[in-house]
């Protein structure tokens, strides 16, 4: 399997990186004498720093007897350096000054990335620097890492996606890397003939060399400042000289396909995967032969694959592109998630797949479908956006490896040479001789379980002449966009406002308008939310909104779908309130978008069988609650609890299965009589359009009610309670959270009591998931956190554990605390001076995205606070806190028991509580 391509070479001398026109940051690429790839990123409105290493070396390289061992490693290098020897003191510092860090491995690549706040890059980046330099490799450590990773592995035996990637792996050739198990275990990380610290030891010192690493720096210091950094911090880096990853093994054993798996989910869920292995397609970057395919596969608008299994009542959803990828072969996939009449359909929806790539093949190669993409991904790179810089350095050190250092940045958007043939020959592989079919339904029958995750599947060869390609009549290809945007400028003098005004003059609306060029795009987002007192009445009130917002997305999709492919989106959600619309991008065309939603939701017919996939939707939705991660679900749990009007899974399955289109369409009359409208326009817009924005709203919607008579947000209060919840969830797993909540302060006390617990969550964090997850060996899955319920503040101390029961789990973490208190009365001012710093910058982290900046906003007014200065209150709050504040807070909760909600879930236990008994115990508190 070939495709003809042209290697490149290149040197980092004076190379000038390919950046959009929106990017007003400077760049420096270059190449230490170790054979290190630098780049270089120079942010002088950034507040927080960033640095990630990409080690282009991952699990495909794990030792066959040492599976897991790449994954192992990167765990084992937070563990202590010879310069830095304290398992923890990395993760404590970079905490401790405001930031955050993570790593992954994947197949090909391990990547390690932080951010911190931008005074503290030089004490971190040296701190990092020693993971690839030094690092200690602890034996005792070791063997308790070992634990952790097997925790993770535990995690997720009840992953779906786990399961079937596990279940993936037994179709593949075996003799290729990527069918390992990738993870690790106790079993497979355990002592060989050689222990698995020297296993260890030899994969860090053939693999970890200088030539297959990249590094990205950014932070708000100039370029020689970076680089002197980065010389000074990276160049002891050793260069071992290693090769390039690859295998000549082909994915798929020769003359193994076709083959069909079927696969029995945990989750309520039926799907059908076509997936044919190509050539891997980043080779061609410029060209995007399968994004063009994948543009049109993926389609949803009218005349498209999708449209026509959503008429037949088959399909809700449907994706394609390259996914699964080893650096010579990718898989592209088709996924169609199926109603159950779909499912029982499969044949026919296999049928209709092979009539649209008949279609294509016959007239869907053009050059204008081509240059159309290639504007609309111009556009996208012209207008990008800067992105959280922990993300943004990820990103870009994974990409060096894999395109022209020049071209590293612009190589995920380049469309640049329409290549007919090239297309071609990819489509070519799309065949049923060529292809792997996975079907998904709980209705499976199957005769295996995968090895590592006990995914049940069958594995069959698949009669590719069992296919028979419905008409490429029935499909037609879509028509040319018509709703890019023809003008993509700022509007001259429009000046950024520091704060939203409300710009709406009648009491059954508000408005709150704020120009903003900050970002230089053309972009604005319009918020409007529909509040309505018939939405909190009942359960069934509840779910006929929810039935509403979804049918709302479904029904506007096939007009919508266009508009989201040039840049402009939206969605519609359901709140505890009512509804609302969120709409985002290009600002030129978002009136059209705008006005399609409205008279969708107030006159379009609600079709029998739009509501019959939406409800089904709804249906798997929550059947498959109990399949969320435990530790998710656990949280959770404390707003079930703590907020009203709340309604489980079991009661919303049980109101939704009875109603009809009819009880929707009465619904939506009732819900339009009597609304309030809160809305907020930013961006690029001016005050005129984001008036006429409101016009549109108010003269189709009509809204009547005051904010008066929409019902408050209530929480429910703790105070005084000790209150125990046992939910009754699955899972192989314990887990124990014990949540924290203070008495509901007063106006005058709010933003100091808010600052306190944040401050106490900040502190924290680092040395509680030391203590119960590095030292004591709880479980993978551990963390403090700030938590509050609407305006009261909370603390969440939370571990998910694999082996240790609830009770064990409290009794440590209990301990820990009476510890913690006692310790920290001895705290320096320094210390307590730096980690008030270190949340200050959290606080106020300057805003990367117009949405982000305008979600922010949207919060704030959502809790009332329309001074929109909770950022600049709660600042001031925290600059006031003492460390008495904290050293009595710590002594109350540490030792009063009281004003604290457990929540607690033992493996195989049939005890359990009822959350709505356990509320009408509690006081509410309105807000």
């Known amino acids: 399997m070939s495709i003809k391509s042209t290697p490149e070479s290149e040197t980092h001398d004076q190379l000038t990186l390919i950046t959009s026109q929106n990017d007003y940051r400077s760049y420096r690429p270059l190449m230490l004498d170790n054979g290190l790839s630098i780049i270089l990123i120079s942010d002088p409105k950034a507040d927080k720093a960033a640095a990630a290493m990409n080690v282009a070396i991952g699990s495909g390289q794990d030792p066959e007897n040492f599976a897991g061992l790449a994954h192992f490693l990167e765990h084992m290098l937070f563990l202590g350096t010879e310069k830095y020897p304290e398992a923890g003191e990395y993760q404590s510092f970079i905490s401790k000054h405001g930031g955050s860090?993570?790593?992954?491995?994947?197949?090909?690549?391990?990547?390690?990335?932080?951010?911190?706040?931008?005074?503290?890059?030089e004490p971190s980046l040296d701190r990092f620097s020693q993971f690839f330099i030094a690092p200690l490799f602890t034996e005792a450590y070791v063997k308790r890492e070992k634990n952790a990773v097997h925790s993770?592995?535990?995690?997720?035996?009840?992953?779906?996606?786990?399961?079937?990637?596990?279940?993936?792996?037994?179709?593949?050739?075996?003799?290729?890397?990527?069918?390992?198990?990738?993870?690790?275990?106790?079993?497979?990380l355990a002592d060989k003939s050689v222990s698995t610290r020297d296993a260890m030891l030899e994969f860090y010192r053939t693999y970890y060399s200088a030539n297959r690493m990249s590094l990205v720096i950014q932070g708000n210091y100039s370029l020689d400042e970076l680089e002197s950094m980065a010389r000074t911090m990276f160049r002891a880096v050793k260069n071992h000289n290693t090769p390039a990853f690859a295998t000549d093994k082909p994915l798929f054993a020769e003359n193994s396909l076709p083959l069909q798996l079927n696969i029995r989910p945990?989750?309520?869920?039926?799907?059908?995967?076509?997936?044919?292995?190509?050539?891997?397609?980043?080779?061609?970057?410029?060209?995007?032969?399968?994004?063009?395919?994948?543009?049109?596969?993926?389609?949803?608008?009218?005349?498209s694959l999708l449209s026509y299994l959503k008429a037949k009542g088959w399909a809700t959803g449907l994706s394609a592109g390259s996914g699964l990828s080893t650096g010579e072969e990718s898989l592209f996939s088709i996924t169609i998630n199926l109603t159950q009449a779909g499912f029982e359909n499969s044949k026919d929806v296999v049928n209709a797949a092979f009539g649209y790539i008949n279609l294509l093949q016959q007239n869907g190669i053009d050059e204008w479908r081509f240059n159309e993409q290639k504007k609309l991904s111009e556009q996208a790179f012209s207008f990008v956006e800067s992105g959280s810089p922990i993300h943004a350095v990820s990103s870009v050190a994974y990409n060096m490896p894999r395109f022209p250092?020049?071209?590293?940045?612009?190589?995920?958007?380049?469309?640049?040479?329409?290549?007919?043939?090239?297309?071609?020959?990819?489509?070519?592989?799309?065949?049923?001789?060529?292809?792997?079919?996975t079907r998904i339904s709980p209705n499976m029958k199957t005769d295996k379980l995968s090895p590592w995750f006990e995914g049940k599947y069958s594995l069959s060869p698949f009669d590719a002449h069992r296919v028979t390609p419905v008409a490429a009549e029935v499909f037609s290809l879509p028509e040319p966009n018509a709703l890019i945007a023809d003008t993509l400028s700022l509007k001259p003098g429009l000046e950024t406002m520091e704060k939203p005004e409300n710009i709406s003059t009648r009491p059954e609306a508000t408005l709150w308008y704020k120009a903003d060029q900050d970002f230089n795009t053309p972009k604005a987002q319009q918020y409007f939310s529909l509040q309505s007192p018939v939405s909190t009445g009942s359960v069934k009130s509840a779910v006929l909104t929810q039935l509403l917002a979804s049918w709302l997305n479904e029904a506007s999709n096939e007009f919508a779908y266009p508009a989201s492919l040039a840049g402009l989106n939206y969605t519609v959600y359901k709140h505890t309130r009512g509804i609302t619309l969120q709409l985002g991008g290009y600002n030129d065309k978002q009136h059209m978008l705008l006005e399609r939603l409205l008279t969708t939701l107030k006159g379009s017919e609600i079709h029998t069988e739009t509501f019959r996939l939406v409800k089904q939707s709804l249906i798997k939705r929550w059947q498959n609650a109990d399949k969320a991660p435990l530790y998710r679900q656990i949280m959770g749990e404390v707003s079930s609890v703590l907020m009203q009007p709340v309604w489980?899974?079991?009661?919303?399955?049980?109101?939704?299965?009875?109603?009809?289109?009819?009880?929707?369409?009465?619904?939506?009359?009732?819900?339009?009589?009597?609304?309030?409208?809160?809305?907020?326009?930013?961006?690029?817009?001016?005050?005129?359009?984001?008036?006429?924005?409101?016009?549109?709203?108010?003269?189709?919607?009509?809204?009547?009610?005051?904010?008066?008579?929409?019902?408050?947000?209530?929480?429910?209060?703790?105070?005084?309670?000790?209150?125990?919840?046992?939910?009754?969830?699955?899972?192989n797993d314990n887990a124990w959270l014990k949540y924290y909540q203070p008495a509901r302060p007063s106006d005058a006390q709010e933003y100091k009591e808010q600052a306190r617990w944040m401050l106490l969550a900040h502190i924290l964090q680092s040395p509680y998931y030391h203590e119960m997850r590095t030292q004591r060996q709880l479980g993978y899955i551990v963390f403090a956190s700030y938590h509050p319920t609407l305006k009261t503040p909370g603390l969440s101390l939370l571990v998910?554990?694999?082996?240790?029961?609830?009770?064990?789990?409290?009794?440590?973490?209990?301990?820990?605390?009476?510890?913690?208190?006692?310790?920290?009365?001895?705290?320096?001012?320094?210390e307590f001076t730096e980690q008030k710093?270190?949340?200050?910058?959290?606080?106020?982290?300057?805003?990367?995205?117009?949405?982000?900046?305008?979600?922010?906003?949207?919060?704030?007014?959502?809790?009332?606070?329309?001074?929109?200065?909770?950022?600049?209150?709660?600042?001031?709050?925290?600059?006031?806190?003492?460390?008495?504040?904290?050293?009595?807070?710590?002594?109350?909760i540490s030792v009063d028991q009281t004003g604290v909600l457990t929540v607690q879930y033992q493996s195989g236990s049939q005890t359990f509580t009822d959350a709505e008994k356990l509320r009408s115990g509690l006081k509410a508190i309105s807000h």
């Open 266 to 303: 945990l989750k309520a869920h039926h799907a059908i995967k076509l997936q044919f292995p190509i050539p891997e397609p980043s080779t061609y970057f410029r060209k995007k032969p399968t994004s063009y395919l994948a543009s049109l596969i993926g389609h949803e608008g009218k005349g």
């Open 101 to 121: 860090h993570n790593a992954f491995t994947s197949y090909r690549d391990t990547n390690y990335f932080f951010e911190v706040d931008n005074r503290y890059l």
């Open 648 to 731: 489980n899974e079991e009661q919303l399955l049980a109101a939704i299965k009875p109603l009809t289109a009819k009880d929707l369409n009465d619904f939506r009359e009732v819900f339009l009589s009597q609304l309030h409208l809160e809305g907020m326009v930013t961006g690029n817009m001016t005050k005129n359009e984001a008036a006429s924005s409101l016009k549109s709203v108010m003269d189709t919607l009509e809204p009547a009610l005051t904010k008066s008579e929409i019902p408050k947000l209530q929480g429910l209060s703790l105070e005084g309670q000790k209150v125990t919840h046992t939910p009754a969830l699955s899972h």
């Open 837 to 892: 710093a270190g949340l200050l910058g959290n606080i106020l982290d300057s805003d990367d995205r117009l949405q982000a900046r305008t979600q922010r906003l949207w919060r704030e007014m959502a809790m009332d606070e329309t001074h929109f200065e909770r950022r600049e209150r709660l600042a001031d709050a925290v600059k006031t806190l003492q460390i008495d504040d904290l050293r009595q807070l710590l002594r109350k």
């Open 405 to 437: 250092i020049k071209e590293v940045l612009h190589a995920p958007y380049a469309m640049e040479t329409f290549d007919a043939e090239l297309i071609r020959q990819y489509l070519g592989y799309l065949t049923p001789e060529n292809l792997l079919l």
């Open 800 to 830: 998910q554990s694999p082996e240790h029961t609830p009770d064990e789990i409290r009794e440590l973490s209990d301990a820990f605390m009476r510890h913690f208190s006692d310790s920290f009365m001895s705290i320096s001012e320094q």
């Open 152 to 188: 993770e592995y535990q995690s997720k035996l009840r992953d779906d996606g786990r399961k079937q990637f596990d279940i993936l792996k037994q179709a593949l050739n075996p003799e290729h890397p990527y069918s390992r198990f990738s993870t690790g275990s106790l079993k497979t």
